[in-house]
């Protein structure tokens, strides 16, 4: 599986910015996905994910009400809608896949993608 993560830039404060990532290789329709961030100096940390069929999805406590995770299993694509962006949310932005239908916090992901910059004007 290849995952490519896309749709970053330059943002201000309050604006939004929708991050797509593309899955090509093996069908990933069945596997949950998710979101992933690093920022400067910080270790990379969980923003959210999607189960796979996309009718549970989950959110750090940092971007919950904000960011919007969905997914199109026919493009094999995943998405991360994110609203009234912050300074803070600043970093570069990793998709991931984890075999398994449900997102899993005890397993780490099983593929992740290359990253994409998000920078967030004050």
């Known amino acids: 599986v290849q995952l490519q993560a896309f749709g970053g830039g330059l943002a201000q404060a309050g604006g939004s910015l929708r991050l797509s990532c593309a899955a090509s290789?093996?069908?990933?329709?069945?596997?949950?996905m998710g979101w992933f961030r690093q920022a400067p100096g910080k270790e990379r940390e969980f923003v959210g994910a999607?189960?796979?069929?996309?009718?549970?999805?989950y959110y750090a406590d940092a971007v919950k009400g904000r960011f919007t995770i969905s997914r199109d299993s026919a493009k094999k694509s995943v998405y991360l809608q994110m609203n009234s962006l912050k300074p803070e949310d600043t970093a570069v932005y990793y998709c991931?896949?984890?075999?398994?239908?449900?997102?899993?916090?005890?397993?780490?992901?099983?593929?992740w993608g290359q990253g994409t910059q998000v920078t967030v004007s004050s």
């Open positions: 991931a896949l984890q075999f398994g239908s449900s997102w899993s916090s005890a397993r780490t992901p099983n593929y």
């Open positions: 290789g093996r069908t990933v329709s069945g596997y949950a």
């Open positions: 999607i189960s796979w069929n996309g009718a549970t999805t």
